[in-house]
């Protein structure tokens, strides 16, 4: 591997530009004339407008214009669109509503946006949003899937009656139904699971840049994914054709799947700089962010898990509600479907799967994918259950786990996915010997002396990754294919350039990519810059979500590579007038393998662009590009175990300590799976103990808006994570590499729920507060005391 | 943020003139709360007297058992002053406590008694203390001071310049933080002095702070946690907000007594 190949622990490229604040987020690009923007927000959850006034605001020092709905739609900019068509059991498409990027003539969440200022500054552009007088006739709003489903319930769009989106399945519900009929037991539990803020650390910005002269838009904003990011705003939006519309992702705080989606706010800025003749500059405050950025989750689940006499499962029921807000977002369709339902076989081989998915609309921010985005609902609802199981039947968790496991592959589901590697007893017994499952009992003694409550719980889960095969997800109704892009340009000097259509928003590509190079051609890593984020620099490609960007995106370096060195190698083999055959790359130079004939890696380089001696008929220059279409998704899987220690005075659960055993396959830098894992970890703690988006049942005011009152994970919440790797290398990609980007907040808050549930001895929901937790405890001991 | 214009005082009677001009002024100390307020444009003072190059309310000074605490002082200077910390380590437990290193640098006690924030640590201290709070024209004493939810005694243009206590013979503070704020979910200040017992709890109130009466009693008789299995929280005062019902509160004020009471030995 060398020291800064593959499998190093190389530091991160990136970092010294992050740390010593000198990165370049949307928010720090400046451009001559530039002007800001203020959004005008509906104060209401559910709406009709009847009138806008904005002469008072148009007459506000400083004020260039305010702009609303109606001159929007007048200038033909389209709807905001879900890009992935689901279809209803009995075949009908899914009733998607009018999402306008700002308001017409109903609003439906607070802070669905109603107009834009542009002003010479954002205090001016906030005061005149003030004095915009918008005329609201209030209607009813209803905030839960549950309770959006019921008869009567306000009717949030005309397209989607009893604000039903789609009542979807997968599996077999006959077979399913006969399994749960002949059980010998069959565990039923509701799982909820929580609404989630994704919280990056820079919030969403927009710079939308009209240029006269060329008839041209430049957008610089805060995405996951740029191309994506402007083939929607071309094709769908009608904001300008991809050839006038360039749009620049630069260096980007972190998206969590919240920056996936294309919001009102960056159609809005660009549509505006055209209106106005200024570029027009938007950046998101925290609370606009908790307002705005698409939520995660919100599912509620009935389950029923069958099992014959030997305890093997035979049979898994599920019926799913899952809350999408009161629009549909842009993936927000295939995450409580596609994302979720075919995970739910997990780790185990269960003969039959049915899993009924209703998704509903409700006066709510837009819910889509956050980290996980549906692996993370599937895995909490089968470790879970399997968990309740376990206590039910009175076995060891690890034990019912054992001898349900998939031993061999490849494994077709009964819910699509086809397992192609995995080493599940590995994982297990790696996260037991390091968690000293066995000593548990002696801790818990020793705990309860002090009058504490000890619980062990643990969770083994499977992912998808590397999406997405294109064929297969656009049978299943998306609108894009989920390949990736890669050109590698090796300059004349021999440095090269990696320009991908994968995004780094934290996951420190710009040194991974770099690795994967120096290791394949023996380049030093600082000869190797990597290019992304720019749809003017860097050819169409699909970003970065759902741990995409090392199974597939760096798949397509490799392929380009391979083009690069089959070339390289042929330059070499005339000069060296050697076989190709015989060539050998090796510490920068190209060798004739057996001979002392070696020509360094720049002179090659050097001569495809001097072009004087190159082999009869070929090109000059260095440079290649490839697209990656995966064969498969990857299936990261490992498992989790957490031991946490409640103290019964107070509720309060504190983490004793976190095992982490993870397969990701084949690991290029340690280091960074190993802060991808802790990252997630923190997300899916954060879950499980403290985070939880809540709106006003009544008035649909959300709660939770600040971190007054929305509890994020601090340092002091967590333990130091035991951290261990098995690895069963991906057999469909070149690298053998899985994913690790999700992991950690999938496989965590089951854990953890199982731990305290251990602990206290009855169920709880996330997230598991301190107040919950006393709750269930006094709940309980009237009928402990009674046993 | 609206507009607004800067004075920086160096004396307290400036402050206080500076204050008095202007109908819509406001004292600035360590800005943790009002700054943040007026970003959120829920304050929109015309004026701001800058307090901290006011070298009079700067600093602690212990003189035997007498304690005076500048207004000026930060949460970081109480947290870490070993002068206070010989004869009161509660209080430095408790400033020690209050957000995070950025707050608690910036952050004063003079800020925080004004303010009087029904989820602040110190007013649970200046109560059980039976401290002083000295004005610029008088002094008060914590039982008149606190007067409800943000509530204090303080006049129009009133400008606190210490607090000052009397070291009690122990003390001991107990704090249960709300998981997302980290303000005091229900935090109990204890303290056995010439003033007898007294017992302070903040962020369960639905009034604020407040003495605790029955535990007061409790203690008085015997200085020992064993109090818990006696007295009994009325919940029908406390608070009920989305982080804890009045029951939990009330469970928490017993829990936080004990520690505290455990703490101060
Ligand atoms: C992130 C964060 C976390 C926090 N956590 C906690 C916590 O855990 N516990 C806690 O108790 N507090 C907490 N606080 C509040 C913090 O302690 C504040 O510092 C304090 O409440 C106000 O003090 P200040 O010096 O910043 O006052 P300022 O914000 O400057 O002023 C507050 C108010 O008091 C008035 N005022 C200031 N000084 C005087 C004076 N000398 N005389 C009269 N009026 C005056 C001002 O006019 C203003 O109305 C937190 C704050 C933040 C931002």
């Known amino acids: ?787 | 943020m609206y507009d607004t214009n800067y004075h920086r005082a160096s004396s307290v009677e400036e402050a206080v003139k500076l204050r008095s001009s202007q109908d819509e002024a406001r004292y600035l100390s360590g800005g943790m709360t009002l700054i943040a307020t007026m970003k959120q444009r829920l304050a929109a003072p015309s004026d701001l007297v800058d307090l901290r190059h006011v070298a009079s309310m700067k600093g602690i000074s212990v003189e035997g058992r007498k304690v005076r605490i500048g207004a000026g002082t930060t949460h970081a200077e109480v947290a870490s002053s070993s002068a206070l910390k010989s004869v009161c380590p509660a209080i430095c437990h408790l400033a020690g406590m209050i957000g995070d290193p950025h707050v608690r640098h910036m952050g004063t006690i003079g800020g925080s008694v004004a303010n009087n924030d029904p989820a602040a640590d110190y007013p649970s201290a200046v109560l059980a203390l039976n401290a002083t709070v000295v004005t610029d024209r008088r002094e008060i004493v914590a039982d008149d001071y606190f007067q409800g939810m943000f509530d204090t005694a303080l006049e129009e243009g009133e400008l606190i310049t210490a607090i000052t206590f009397e070291a009690p013979e122990k003390a001991g503070y107990a704090k249960f933080p709300n998981p997302a704020s980290r303000y005091a979910l229900t935090g109990v200040f204890v303290a056995k002095g010439a003033s007898g017992v007294r017992v302070a709890v903040t962020g369960a109130g639905s009034n604020g702070v407040f003495r605790a009466t029955d535990i007061e009693i409790a203690l008085s008789a015997s200085w020992s946690s064993d109090f818990v299995a006696s007295v009994a929280v009325d919940a029908g005062q406390l608070m009920e907000d989305m982080h804890a019902t009045p029951e939990y509160r009330a469970n928490l004020v017993k829990v936080m007594a004990k520690r505290a009471v455990a703490m101060a030995g």
């Not at chain 1, 590995?426 to 002396?449: I, K, N, P, V, Y």
């Open chain 1, 1 to 787: 591997m060398g020291m800064e190949g593959i499998g190093a622990r190389v530091a991160r490229k990136e970092d010294k530009r992050f740390l010593t604040g000198k990165g370049r987020y949307t928010d720090d690009m400046v451009v001559p004339g530039m002007k800001y923007a203020y959004f005008v927000r509906s104060p209401h959850a559910h709406a009709k407008i009847t009138g806008i006034n904005v002469s008072a605001a148009k007459a506000m020092p400083g004020v260039i214009d305010v702009l609303d709905g109606k001159q929007l739609q007048a200038d033909g900019i389209g709807n905001l669109i879900c890009g992935w068509m689901i279809h209803s059991k009995d075949g009908s498409p899914m009733k998607m509503g009018a999402w306008r990027p700002l308001a017409v003539d109903t609003v439906r969440y607070v802070g669905d946006a109603v107009a834009i200022v542009v002003a010479n500054s954002v205090a001016e552009a906030r005061d005149a949003a003030e004095v915009v007088t918008v005329d609201y006739e209030e209607l009813p709003a209803v905030i839960t899937s549950v309770a959006a489903l019921e008869a009567g319930a306000p009717q949030i769009h005309p397209e989607a009656p009893g604000n039903l989106i789609f009542d979807w399945q997968i599996g077999d519900g006959a077979a399913t139904d006969k399994a749960i009929a002949e059980a010998a037991h069959v565990t039923e539990i509701e799982i909820l699971n929580n609404r989630l803020s994704p919280n990056p650390m820079e919030p969403r910005a927009a710079l939308g840049v009209y240029d006269e002269a060329e008839d041209h838009y430049t957008c610089y904003t805060t995405s996951q994914n740029p191309h994506v990011a402007r083939l929607v705003m071309s094709a769908f939006y009608n904001v300008a054709p991809e050839n006038k519309l360039r749009v620049i992702a630069p260096d980007v705080g972190g998206g969590f799947g919240s920056k996936i989606y294309i919001y009102p706010e960056e159609i809005v800025c660009l549509w505006a700089s055209k209106k106005t003749g200024v570029p027009v500059k938007w950046t998101s405050d925290r609370t606009e962010a908790f307002l705005t950025d698409a939520h995660g989750r919100d599912h509620v689940s009935k389950v029923k898990m069958a099992f014959d006499k030997d305890h093997r499962i035979i049979g898994l029921k599920v019926d799913t509600i899952a809350n999408l807000g009161a629009y549909m977002s842009l993936f927000s369709s295939a995450v409580p479907t596609y994302l979720y339902a075919t995970l739910l076989s997990g780790q185990y081989a269960i003969p039959a799967i049915h899993a009924n998915v209703r998704t509903v609309y409700t006066n709510t921010v837009p819910v889509d994918a956050y980290r996980g985005a549906g692996r993370p609902e599937a895995t909490y609802l089968l470790e879970r259950t399997m968990e309740v199981a376990a206590r039910e039947l009175g076995v060891s968790p690890a034990e019912l786990r054992r001898k349900n496991f998939i031993r061999s592959f490849p494994y077709q589901t009964p819910v699509i996915m086809n397992y192609d590697a995995g080493d599940y007893e590995a994982s297990l017994s790696a996260a037991m010997s390091a968690a000293d499952w066995d000593g548990f009992a002696a801790r818990r003694a020793e705990a309860e002396g002090r009058g504490k409550k000890r619980g062990i719980g643990m969770s083994c889960y499977i992912e998808a990754c590397g999406i997405a095969p294109s064929q297969a997800v656009g049978s299943l109704g998306a609108g894009v294919g989920l390949w990736e892009s890669a050109e590698v340009r090796v300059n004349a000097v021999g440095t090269i350039e990696v320009l991908t259509g994968s995004h780094s928003h934290g996951q420190g590509h710009e040194t991974t990519f770099a690795q994967l190079v120096a290791d394949r051609l023996g380049v030093p890593l600082a000869s190797v810059n990597i290019v992304h984020g720019d749809t003017d620099k860097v050819q169409m490609g699909m970003g970065t979500y759902g741990s995409r960007s090392g199974a597939v995106g760096m798949s397509a370096i490799v392929k380009a590579l391979d083009k690069v060195e089959m070339k390289a190698k042929k330059i070499a083999a005339h000069l060296m007038e050697a076989d190709e055959s015989d060539i050998v790359i090796e510490n920068g130079a190209l060798k004739v393998a057996g001979t002392d004939k070696t020509l360094p890696w720049f002179q090659m380089a050097l001569a495809a662009y001097t072009a004087h001696n190159l082999p009869a008929g070929m090109e000059p220059g260095l440079k290649e590009t490839a697209f990656y279409d995966p064969s498969n998704f990857t299936f990261p899987a490992g498992c989790y175990i957490a031991e946490v220690e409640i103290d019964p005075d107070t509720g309060k659960t504190e983490i004793i300590q976190f095992v982490a055993a993870d397969d990701f396959g084949n690991i290029i830098n340690p280091m960074i799976v190993e802060g991808q894992v802790h990252g997630g970890l923190a997300q899916g703690i954060g879950q499980a103990l403290l985070e939880e988006v809540r709106y006003d049942e009544t008035s649909g005011q959300l709660l939770t808006a600040s971190y007054m009152d929305y509890a994020m994970p601090r340092a002091d919440d967590l333990p130091s994570f035991k951290l261990s790797h098995q690895n069963t290398p991906c057999p469909s990609n070149p690298l053998g590499i899985k994913g690790c980007g999700e992991a950690g907040a999938i496989g965590s808050p089951p854990a953890l729920i199982n731990a305290i549930t251990d602990a206290i001895g009855v169920e709880i929901t996330m997230p598991a507060t301190p107040l919950k937790v006393w709750q269930a405890l006094q709940a309980a001991q009237p009928r402990m005391a009674a046993e």
